[in-house]
């Protein structure tokens, strides 16, 4: 593969009908929750609104049996958000199902990679309709 910045890379999402998903923002989300101990400074954190970033942890904490987030309203500390143990296995798992998404496709990876073109120079529409 070229430089590790342009590697080809898959996108994991899991649907959760009817309306559910689990994806790599939620899963970021919590990671910086997890180090920021704050709901707000971690959609800071993603450039997203603390509203946003309530409506996804109150989201993933519907999703499950257990919550991923348990928060504390403010008060002389100032409230604060931290990780339940089932929410650091839900990044730890899903962490780990990327990486096998990864590894199982990596020789197709390869192979898209090195048929690309990284000039980004226009080719010729092939003939017929376009797509």
């Avoid at 959760?16 to 990671?31: A, Q, S, W």
């Avoid at 920021?36 to 993603?46: D, L």
């Avoid at 991923?68 to 730890?92: C, H, N, P």
């Avoid at 990679?113 to 980004?120: E, I, P, T």
Wanted: hydrophobic share 40%; proline share 5%.
């Amino acid at each position: 593969m070229r430089d590790t910045e342009a590697d080809l890379r898959p996108i994991l999402r899991i649907d959760f009908p009817p309306d559910d998903r689990l994806g790599r923002g939620k899963i970021m989300l919590l990671e910086h929750i997890r180090e920021t101990g704050s709901i707000s400074a971690a959609g800071r954190a993603m450039d997203m609104s603390y509203r946003r970033a309530w409506l996804l942890v109150d989201a993933l904490n519907r999703m499950f049996k257990e919550p991923a987030v348990d928060s504390q309203r403010g008060g002389k500390q100032g409230g604060g958000a931290v990780l339940t143990a089932f929410g650091e296995m839900l990044i730890e798992r899903f962490r780990a199902m990327e990486a096998k998404a990864q590894a199982a496709i990596a020789d197709d990876l390869d192979w898209l990679d090195a048929m690309r073109d990284c000039n980004g120079a226009p080719q010729d529409e092939p003939a017929g309709k376009p797509f």
